[in-house]
């Protein structure tokens, strides 16, 4: 009976000693799957090169964002006609005459035809007719709002910056190509932001100043 109690007693201490090293044996580490870090490290890499692309889809985002002024300084109007690529007859509120406004900041395009750029009906240049065609899709028939610049005096043709919701139409139309930069605009309240405008478009090349622009 003593010989049968000690060998329990001695199996259970075997066995205690057993449990006890077993528990003192580091799990081995779980390894971890590569595929979800390598997704990640593809969706990095892939938003990085995508940026060029974006920004050459979406070119307005190399334009500084200009804030449009409180409407209550502005003049309210509706575009009646387009004249040409940088003046519009308008009502504006209040006034019972039409007025002959010019976009400040934007010179005549050239009008020496060059066949590359003939619209074939009128004979036209087509940047020339691109950029009439810009202001009747986006303007005609459509509520705008005018800003003066008191660095400019009033004229019968008046110079004015013209706001469509709270897109700047002289920066948008120089951007694109749709007319040069005049030389007057030193000292004006935009006159820095239509300079880089008109900067971005020639060096990307956009309408007049594409490779067959009317130069």
């Given amino acids: 009976m003593r010989s049968t109690t000690i060998a329990k007693s001695a199996m259970q201490r075997v066995k205690s000693m057993m449990q006890k090293s077993l528990r003192s044996v580091p799990a081995s580490p779980r390894r971890k799957s590569l595929i979800p870090s390598v997704g990640r ?22 334009l500084t964002l200009v804030a449009r002024p409180d409407l209550r300084t502005l003049k309210r109007a509706e575009v009646i006609r387009v004249v040409n690529y940088n003046t519009l ?4 509120e209040g006034d019972l005459t039409l007025r002959l ?13 060059n066949p590359n750029w003939t619209e074939l009906r009128e004979e036209t240049p087509l ?83 594409t490779t067959y622009g009317p130069r």
Avoid: C
């Fill in 89 to 92: 007859l308008v009502q504006i």
């Fill in 41 to 62: 490290s593809l969706v990095k890499w892939g938003s990085l090169l995508a940026l060029p692309l974006i920004f050459s889809a979406l070119p307005s985002w190399a």
């Fill in 127 to 209: 940047a020339v007719y691109n950029a009439g065609q810009y202001l009747q899709t986006s303007l005609l028939g459509r509520e705008v709002f005018l800003e003066l610049d008191p660095a400019l005096a009033p004229a019968p043709t008046l110079p004015a910056y013209v706001w469509q919701a709270n897109t700047l139409i002289n920066q948008e139309m120089l951007f694109l190509g749709h007319g040069r930069l005049s030389p007057q605009t030193d000292g004006l309240k935009y006159g820095t932001i239509l300079s880089e405008a008109a900067s971005a478009g020639e060096r990307q090349g956009r309408g007049y100043w």
């Fill in 101 to 113: 406004v010019q976009l400040i900041g934007i010179d005549p395009l050239p009008d020496q035809i």
